[in-house]
């Protein structure tokens, strides 16, 4: 029974999911040590609202599957990385649901302990610590600092993305660190960075508000973003416009005035076109583009290639809806842009998200209320983990690793010489692990790749591969099956730290339950690591960490976890103790070296796999409202994996009765990497032609079916395109 509030203690906190952030309270009843349920919270940004996940997948924390000891690999003989028939892609006729008696099994089942565990065994923390530590140092020794790689995680703090880069920058000497912004947003990243100098977003979601059109586009927000959605829905109702770009008729459609229903990997021509309409009319603002942007007659020349004409030729999209687009977009007083993962998950994703900037720049849309750049971030501190410097090119706050004087001034601050070089993605880790002279020990904090990168058959080769791999994480996932040492972590709801969500708000996670068993939680064993290889690490908490980060962090400065609040503050922020922080940047100037905005104009290209008649089918991955990401703590949430148990394939009613197939029938999706059994969803918001399989699903592993072919500059996955097949058990 749940007892009175009054008698609960309330801790205040964010909820770790998505990059909305959304404030919440967590109940806490101390006499069973568990949380009794969790309300939203007032804060600027979530306004006391909260999706399903935030507002009932807090349980994962009490899971009987968590990890509770360090455990160390014992049977040599045994081949690393999961086993079982599901992540072959060859699983058993049973419908998808994985049967068996292992520990702490649940509907949907996830990791079998009965065939996995016998292969570790328990370890204390001293005898775990020190084979970590000797083990990366003898590989460091052996094949210089180009043999260590670290992945960290968007699910972990800012205090702890700092510090975990610090260590593989200043233990290791490389810069081969990374985490999923790679698998997310590095494209929108690269092109912001290109052209306006900043990674971060140029005005919040709730900025909407202030638009009178906005572009939403490659983006579900119903089901990624579902608050921030709640903001869009809401200014429509209030007068602003939405044109909804998107190959998915997805519920934002329903609320949207416009839905251009790109064919998938189209993005450059459609926008190409409005951009080509938009000049046509004479709609651009000339004075901004004579004062704040540069390269302004190349676009021009590159965009009246593409009249509506040709554009729909290659996009689907009728030529007079985008006529009508753009003369609504450059006839409107004030426009946002936000996008999500079907912009920047192509091998074209830079150049989609430099069109959108470009279409923003040319119609003065960036500087003032209800106009701007807003990337929708994915992870609930995937902005965080990018500004504290938790990938290989950048320093914290996004500062080269490869400028000069920007190296020294780390070199004094960090005490050691660093790397000169730019390090390895994490696509690019996979691969090298492949070659001669290639990475050979990794870190693994927090992430999952064997789920979350594409066509994992190449993944396990590389895991399996390495010489020595720790995992540090909060399940043994199915990453951790390939470790040599797993480090039991805390959760989110067992440590204190800070956030920064999509609209660069830093705000404070605080501690609601003690870690299980020996679980630690993840700053300090980082340090222990550190002190292990040789580093004087002697932080006290959270707070140290941060205010050393904030030293370093100009876009940060005089945030300190004193004055962030119970709300948090955006930065940046000149006076925290009596402001919320700047909503709209680029107000005056953007942040490039002459303060212009770059504008890069960029030419269509096809997908790099297209359909043909072996696979005539265009696969996109992507997230459903009730998971996240590789389920590691969704699926472990009852009420979320009772809602959403299984995977199935979306498919278009037109293709699904082409191949004889019903709704809910077991059927086979196979590309040229792999293959998987699911059920069919007919689903009238796909396209004809065009399949739709979230990601979370161990037992149908969509990265079995995608490519890693990556975008040439921002080093992100094709994960929106590649071509498969779906076909009934029977022809299979
Ligand atoms: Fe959590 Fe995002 Fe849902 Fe808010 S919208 S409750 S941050 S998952």
């Not at 404030?23 to 600027?44: C, F, K």
């Not at 990497?673 to 037992?699: D, K, T, W, Y």
Request: aromatic content about 8%; charged content about 25%; proline content about 6%.
């Amino acid at each position: 029974p749940i007892q009175p509030k009054e008698r609960l203690d309330a801790v205040d906190s964010v909820c770790p999911y998505c990059g909305v952030g959304c404030a919440l309270t967590y109940y806490v009843d101390r006499s069973r040590g568990a949380i009794a349920y969790a309300e939203g919270r007032d804060q600027p940004g979530s306004q006391s609202r909260l999706c399903v996940k935030g507002r009932y997948g807090w349980d994962y924390a009490a899971s009987p599957q968590r990890l509770t000891t360090p455990l160390i690999r014992v049977d040599a003989a045994y081949p690393k990385g999961p086993l079982s028939a599901d992540v072959r892609g060859d699983m058993a006729k049973d419908g998808g649901r994985r049967k068996g008696k292992g520990k702490g099994r649940r509907p949907g089942g996830l990791v079998d302990y009965d065939e996995v565990m016998p292969h570790f065994r328990e370890a204390t923390w001293e005898e775990a610590l020190d084979l970590v530590a000797r083990r990366l140092k003898e590989i460091h020794a052996k094949g210089g600092p180009g043999a260590i790689a670290g992945f960290g995680s968007a699910k972990c703090s800012n205090e702890e993305a700092y510090l975990f880069q610090k260590l593989i920058r200043t233990g290791f000497g490389t810069n081969n660190v990374d985490h999923c912004t790679r698998l997310c947003h590095a494209s929108s990243v690269a092109a912001l960075f290109e052209g306006v100098g900043s990674g971060a977003v140029s005005t919040t979601y709730g900025d909407v508000a202030n638009a009178e059109v906005v572009i939403i586009t490659g983006s579900n927000p119903t089901a990624n973003h579902p608050v921030a959605s709640s903001f869009f829905k809401q200014a429509r109702r209030r007068g602003t416009k939405i044109v909804y770009v998107d190959p998915r008729a997805s519920t934002v459609a329903e609320h949207a005035d416009y839905h251009c229903q790109v064919k998938p990997g189209t993005d450059v021509a459609f926008y190409n076109a409005i951009m080509h309409e938009v000049i046509r009319l004479g709609l651009i603002d000339r004075e901004f583009i004579a004062a704040r942007v540069s390269n302004y007659d190349e676009l021009a020349r590159t965009v009246a290639e593409y009249p509506p004409e040709r554009a729909a030729q290659i996009t689907g999209v009728d030529a007079d809806l985008i006529r009508e687009v753009a003369r609504v977009w450059g006839e409107a007083g004030s426009g946002v842009i936000y996008w999500g993962m079907g912009i920047s998950q192509h091998t074209t994703g830079t150049d989609n998200a430099r069109c959108l900037i470009a279409l923003c720049s040319i119609t003065g849309n960036v500087g003032r209320p209800g106009t701007g750049l807003h990337p929708l971030r994915g992870q609930n501190n995937v902005q965080g983990a990018s500004d504290a410097g938790l990938i290989p090119m950048f320093y914290p706050d996004y500062q080269g690793v490869d400028r000069d004087g920007t190296r020294e001034r780390f070199e004094r601050a960090w005490g050691t010489k660093l790397d000169p070089n730019r390090g390895l993605t994490v696509t690019e880790i996979i691969g090298s692990v492949l070659k001669p002279g290639g990475v050979r020990g990794m870190y693994m904090l927090g992430e999952n790749p064997f789920l979350s990168d594409p066509n994992i058959n190449k993944v396990r080769k590389a895991l399996s591969q390495l010489d020595f791999l720790v995992v540090q994480d909060i399940f043994l996932t199915e990453t951790a099956e390939f470790a040599d040492v797993v480090l039991p972590a805390s959760s989110y709801l067992e440590k204190d730290g800070s956030y920064t969500n999509t609209d660069r708000r830093v705000q404070l996670g605080r501690k609601v339950l003690d870690p299980p068993g020996q679980a630690r939680v993840d700053w300090e064993i980082v340090q222990d690591i550190a002190r292990r290889v040789g580093l004087d690490w002697n932080y006290s908490g959270p707070s140290e960490v941060f205010d050393e980060m904030v030293a370093l962090m100009p876009s940060y400065a005089n945030l300190r976890h004193e004055n962030l609040g119970l709300t948090g503050k955006l930065y940046p922020n000149a006076d925290p103790e009596h402001s919320d922080g700047t909503v709209v940047l680029f107000d005056e100037r953007f942040n490039t070296d002459d303060g212009l905005a770059h504008l890069v104009p960029a030419q269509w290209l096809p997908a790099k796999e297209l359909p043909d008649a072996e696979y005539p089918l265009v696969l996109n991955t992507g997230r459903l409202l009730e998971h996240w990401h590789t389920g590691s703590m969704t699926r472990r949430s009852y009420a979320l994996d009772t809602i959403s148990p299984e995977a199935e394939v979306y498919m278009h009613p037109k293709d699904a009765a082409d191949r004889g197939l019903a709704h809910g029938e077991l059927v086979q999706a196979r590309s040229r990497r792999g293959a998987i059994r699911l059920r069919v969803r007919i689903s009238h918001r796909e396209q004809l032609g065009n399949c739709f399989i979230p990601f979370h699903f161990r037992e149908a592993a969509a990265n079995l079916l995608t490519i890693d072919e990556i975008d040439p500059y921002g080093k992100i996955p094709e994960f929106k395109f590649c071509a498969i097949q779906v076909e009934s058990l029977g022809a299979a």
